[in-house]
């Protein structure tokens, strides 16, 4: 009987958006498993991590290290458990190639086992790709309109206030007060973290109550201010 491999990943963000929970992904690969015959030799789970980098999860690295050894066939849900960039799912997918492994993907009904099946994988790993690219240039675009209109675009920054339509920010006097403070005692040479004892010595409220000031701090407050 033939080995089989399998990973799950899933992340905060993914498991929100997608509804595809760890578990959900080890019961297709289990039946998987079974309708083809294979012997799940072992699972591998990446539990909250970012499917941005493949070097930064260990599972998916055990996994691979598990299905090279094995020569056997390493069976995801789908890509996007995998990987998120089409670099890094191609080099996956050359790494088990080299060793005599292959890939399976349920979702996309992926199998590299075939000539065929490498060609429509390297095909849908770059479209997969050119969907996300899609998606993160129409929220930059949508952001920056957002931002254009003087509404929330994330946390509010320091020196400015959040209206009741819970959109629209206006600034907040007393924090504008506060950063031409920063901004005179920078350019009398004083670095940042002894800006911020200065202002911690003051009592000077930061955004959040009760919260320190720190060098990071008064350095974002001031590169956002001036970015050049």
């Known amino acids: 009987m033939q080995t089989a491999i399998g990973y ?8 929100a958006k997608e ?4 578990e ?5 690969i289990e039946a998987w498993c079974v309708a083809n015959d294979f012997e799940l030799g072992g699972l591998f789970v990446d539990a909250g991590i970012s499917g941005k980098r493949q070097d930064n999860r260990p599972e998916l690295q055990n996994a691979l290290s598990a299905v090279t050894k094995a020569k056997g066939v390493l069976v995801v849900y789908s890509l996007s458990r995998l990987a998120r960039s089409t670099k890094d799912t191609i080099n996956i997918s050359e790494r ?15 199998d590299t086992t075939s000539a065929a099946g490498k060609m429509v994988f390297r095909v849908m790993a770059v479209l997969a790709e050119f969907e996300r690219d899609q998606i993160s240039e129409r929220t930059s675009t949508a952001m920056a309109h957002k931002k254009s209109k003087g509404e929330r675009v994330g946390t509010i920054p320091f020196g400015y206030t959040l209206l009741a339509d819970g959109e629209t920010l206006v600034e907040d006097r007393k924090e504008q007060g506060i950063i031409e403070l920063l901004e ?19 009592s000077v409220p930061t955004k959040k109550t009760g919260a ?3 060098g990071t701090t008064v350095r974002n407050i001031l590169m956002a201010k001036n970015p050049t």
């Open 8 to 15: 799950v990943r899933v992340s905060t963000e993914g498991q």
């Open 19 to 22: 509804g595809v929970s760890l």
């Open 24 to 28: 959900a992904q080890q019961r297709k």
């Open 96 to 110: 088990l190639d080299k060793a005599g492994a292959d890939l399976v993907s349920l979702s996309e009904k992926l």
């Open 184 to 202: 005179l005692l920078r350019e009398s040479g004083l670095s940042y973290g002894k800006i911020s004892d200065i202002l911690n010595r003051k």
């Open 212 to 214: 320190k000031w720190q």
